[in-house]
């Protein structure tokens, strides 16, 4: 049973914007309560953390390949987590997925893929040159 849903992939031109969004419909947690976080996998490379967030979304967490470029934010009343992404460049191409953890860290162990116990079947994000 799928419990998160990933969507806003797409293909962009380099410098480009996209959305993601996560959705939670089936997650039987109270949202807030779930630290969130966002990875990507590009071909024939390892799972890595890119951004998280901590259930009242008062902190954040980048890798620092896509800091000053992507957002993430929440919306606990929705359900749903985003990752906003300005100046998309080539290596930013991957499946992106969403994931959820009921137990909440800080620091960069949110950026590991370890920690979180929920995940999305990912969205797709291409960018060209």
């Known amino acids: 049973q799928v419990q998160l849903v990933e969507s806003g992939g797409g293909a962009v031109q380099a410098g480009g914007s996209l959305r993601l969004s996560c959705a939670a419909p089936k997650l039987t947690y109270t949202y807030s309560s779930l630290c969130m976080g966002w990875f990507r996998q590009a071909p024939g490379k390892a799972r890595e953390g890119v951004a998280a967030?901590?259930?009242?979304?008062?902190?954040?967490v980048y890798a620092d390949s896509i800091k000053g470029r992507f957002t993430v934010s929440r919306d606990n009343g929705k359900r749903e987590m985003y990752l906003q992404m300005n100046s998309l460049q080539p290596e930013d191409t991957a499946i992106y997925y969403c994931?959820?953890?009921?137990?909440?860290?800080?620091?960069?162990?949110?950026?590991?893929?370890?920690?979180?116990?929920?995940w999305g079947q990912g969205t797709q994000v291409t960018v060209s040159s």
């Open positions: 994931a959820a953890s009921p137990g909440c860290l800080h620091g960069t162990a949110l950026l590991r893929d370890t920690v979180y116990s929920f």
């Open positions: 967030i901590s259930g009242a979304g008062g902190y954040t």
